[in-house]
């Protein structure tokens, strides 16, 4: 089970004892190159500026955090309230959080290939989800690309057609997914 030190912003997995040093920590600004880049090498057919991920670290950095193997950034992940049944379009800014937001959004979660396979990814999904339910929220949501469906309905979402959401999904492109995990509250 992965955890969060609220006090050092890190996230580590307890159960599984790694070769290499590896830890989920807070989003730093100077991090959002590193970031950046990490985006353009894992989602090429899915481009956003860095703004995007400057603008969630700013609204939400409680959401906002970078994987490290021995202290090299390696993957992270950008999550934030947000409206229900209503992903922001790719590479778009939100501008504001939502006053009364009844999901958690899970705009990014990208790992290098080298990052993978470790529990990483489960383990920060674990602690959103974490996140999610002491802050009150019934679900996280997402939109998922790069063939990623077996993992995130590894993680407890399930694919959600909408029509209304079908216009924002055309963003992205014909594979992309909205999925959404319900939580116990």
């Not at 950046?36 to 991920?53: N, T």
């Not at 993978?116 to 989800?129: F, H, K, P, S, Y």
């Amino acid at each position: 089970m992965a955890t969060l030190d609220t006090a050092t912003g890190i996230i580590s997995d307890r159960t599984r004892e790694m070769t290499q040093q590896s830890v989920w920590r807070a989003m730093r600004p100077d991090d959002l190159g590193h970031v950046h880049a990490i985006g353009v090498h894992v989602h090429p057919s899915y481009p956003e500026r860095i703004e995007v991920y400057q603008e969630r670290l700013r609204l939400y950095p409680n959401g906002c955090y970078v994987f490290e193997i021995n202290n090299e950034i390696y993957g992270y992940v950008i999550s934030h309230p947000w409206h229900p049944m209503r992903p922001p379009k790719l590479d778009s800014l939100v501008v504001a959080m939502p006053t009364f937001p009844a999901t958690f959004y899970i705009h990014d979660l990208a790992l290098l290939p080298q990052a993978r396979g470790n529990g990483a990814g489960a383990g920060a999904v674990d602690v959103l989800v974490d996140h999610a339910q002491a802050i009150g929220l019934a679900d996280i949501s997402l939109v998922a690309v790069n063939n990623s469906l077996p993992f995130w309905r590894g993680q407890g979402f399930e694919t959600i057609s909408d029509d209304a959401i079908t216009a924002t999904l055309s963003s992205y492109d014909d594979d992309a997914q909205f999925m959404v995990r319900t939580l116990d509250i």
